[in-house]
DNA sequence: ACCCCAGTGTTAACGGTGCTCACATATATT
DNA sequence: AATATATGTGAGCACCGTTAACACTGGGGT
């Protein structure tokens, strides 16, 4: 009888429940925050369950950046559904929005500890939403290669700079219009 | 006479060693190849003995990035001071090149991990950086504010991508005339 | 209906880490 | 010279990721 009482033996799906619970502890504590102990404790399972489900924690987080990019390029996506009258210009305030509303995420998709050599489910994750998001701006796009990258390379620099508090935001002023401002002038 | 014969007790100034190994081991390793105790033997001391000269590893790591900031504005200044034709093409080039020249110690810069609350002296280091640059391309920067955080953000998204691998540069392409290319596309 | 076995969870422990404390030693002060 | 302060040592703590040996459990083949 597992039930009803308390705690079956086997969970039911174990590796959902700790990527969801991960993703909460993610985001409120940050990758460093992240500890296998707390999580299993989290999910009411003994310290070496994960394994059963995740190599070590870096396939973990692996897993964990891949459901992040498969995110962020749904994201893109369903805003581009919507046909905006300037396509890359609202690309650009998505793809900033979703590194804010998504901070330590969107610093774990990005993060250095996870070389993409040798992780290569992250970097075909990668490659799989780039490519989503080339498809979706391609129209755009034909201004040429060195355009593009100028542009991308733009956006992230302001994800990441915003991220970080590097850019200061001056009291009483707008964010959102700020980062319009900005991807507004090329 | 501590002056001959091997390991005098006290080393002398363990501080300034411990540091310079320390970016050594960083360069190479990468931060999280930088353990307490590989670096305390590297200089022939004992595990505690970094603890008199820094409060914590995180402490040592701050320290490690205020000499990164600093040595970023030196290199900076050190373009300007040769009065290029493009300065703003310059200092953006110049940029790219230290992250990808010092990449470890860039990406330490910008780690998350040193959130620069509570990290005063980090945040310091950095605005100061900021400052001379912004000091330095201030003749070409009237066109306005939001110009030159785009510009920013620009160059810095440039570097992060190639630091990371996320820009692909093409089988025999320049990677200098690559970003000489990106830059000058404003 | 049975068995058994692959999958999943548990407990205990290992090595390594950052860090602290009590103590030893060298340098500076008076 | 005597003492105070700074600096280094060694042992050990708590915690972490990880592994190994064992326990439970549900499903498939006979």
Redesign the pocket.
Known sequence: M?TLAN?????????QALLEAALIILDREGEAG?????L?RAV??????P???F????ALLEALAVTGFQRFAATMEAVAATNPVDPMSAMGKTYVFFALENANLFRLMFSPQLKKEGRPGLKMAADAAFETLRHIVGGDIRAGRIKALAAWAKVHGLAILLLDGQIAVRAGEDTEALIAEIIGSL
């Open positions: 597992s705690a079956p033996y086997h969970h039911g799906n174990l590796r992240l500890g296998l102990r707390d299993a009411g399972v003994s310290a070496a369950a394994y059963r489900h190599d070590s924690r870096a």
